[in-house]
Each structure stands twice: as C-alpha cells, then as structure tokens.
C-alpha cells in the first residue's frame, strides 16, 4: 500500500534526500538507475517533465542522458526477455579452463565412474566364469540359490495324521 505524505519528518527527508536536489526543489537524481528497467526509466522521464518547468528540465536533462546511457551499456538489464524460437535452440559452452560443475557434484561424478568401471569388470569376469563352466560341460544355472535334491523312493506322505 502506497500512501501520501501529509507532513514530512527527519526520517522522511533523510529517505528523499537520494530524490530531491536541494537546491531546485525537483527530482533529478535517479538511485541505483542499473537496477532499472527502460520502461521504468522512462516513465521516470515523463513523470519528472510533467513535474518541471522547461528550464529545470534542460537542466537535468545531461544527468538524465548519463543514466540512460548507463541503462544501455549494462549487460544485465532487469525486466528484459530474450525470446529463442526453440525451434532452432543450440546452446553449446566453450572449453573452459576450469570446470563450471560444483567440487561436490565432481566428486560424486567420479564415484560414480569407478562403479560403472568395477561393475563392467564384474560381468567380465562373470562371462569368463560361465565360459569355464561350458568348457567343463556344467549345464546347470549357476546363478540357483538354493538347490534341494531328493533321492531314493519309498517316501509315503500320510494324508490323515490322526
């Protein structure tokens, strides 16, 4: 909620002092112009020329060419899209010579490179150990946890126990 000032304070003049040039009574100083955006800045423009007389204007009117100026050469300018048709997005980083990657993520990165190596040396050794099992003519399935074998006849299972 933005309210209008009836009756200014010590706090309320210290706050302005940043907007109001002491000597002409007007607005001209515009704080922190890079965090702007070119709309912002130029409704600031006509808001102040509304405000002033013709003189005081051309007065100011250098100081305003210096914050736009500003406004323009700063290579992050707030409140500005940049469309992609996605249709066409490349997006590809250059070599660098450091890594953009975070130390944690890199060292998890090469964790987890040992495990895919130690698990290909697994199945290596896996398909050599089934190869030596064919050689030795063992059929059976090698990887049966448990096998239980019942030998001889003359098992009778009693239906009624009592």
């Given at each position: 909620?933005?309210?209008?000032?009836?009756?200014?304070?010590?706090?309320?003049?210290?706050?302005?002092?940043?907007?109001?040039?002491?000597?002409?009574?007007?607005?001209?100083?515009?704080?922190?112009?890079?965090?702007?955006?070119?709309?912002?800045?130029?409704?600031?423009?006509?808001?102040?020329?509304?405000?002033?007389?013709?003189?005081?204007?051309?007065?100011?009117?250098p100081?305003?060419?210096?914050?736009?100026?500003?406004?323009?050469?700063?290579?992050?300018?707030?409140?500005?899209?940049?469309?992609?048709?996605?249709?066409?997005?490349?997006?590809?980083?250059?070599?660098?010579?450091?890594?953009?990657?975070e130390?944690?993520?890199?060292?998890?990165?090469?964790?987890?490179?040992?495990?895919?190596?130690?698990?290909?040396?697994?199945?290596?050794?896996?398909?050599?150990?089934?190869?030596?099992?064919?050689?030795?003519?063992?059929?059976?399935?090698?990887?049966?946890?448990?096998?239980?074998?019942?030998?001889?006849?003359?098992?009778?299972?009693?239906?009624?126990?009592n």
């Open positions: 909620m933005i309210l209008p000032l009836k009756q200014s304070n010590a706090l309320t003049d210290f706050m302005m002092d940043l907007y109001v040039n002491r000597v002409f009574g007007v607005f001209i100083v515009w704080p922190d112009a890079a965090n702007r955006t070119l709309e912002e800045f130029a409704d600031y423009v006509l808001k102040l020329k509304e405000r002033v007389n013709e003189t005081e204007f051309e007065n100011v009117r100081q305003l060419k210096d914050q736009y100026e500003k406004l323009i050469k700063a290579p992050h300018r707030n409140g500005e899209d940049i469309i992609v048709p996605t249709g066409s997005l490349f997006i590809e980083t250059l070599p660098a010579t450091t890594s953009l990657i130390r944690f993520k890199a060292v998890h990165r090469a964790v987890d490179a040992k495990k895919a190596q130690a698990e290909v040396r697994k199945a290596e050794m896996e398909n050599l150990r089934l190869a030596a099992r064919l050689l030795n003519a063992e059929r059976e399935d090698p990887d049966v946890e448990k096998k239980i074998v019942v030998e001889g006849s003359g098992v009778i299972v009693n239906p009624d126990p």
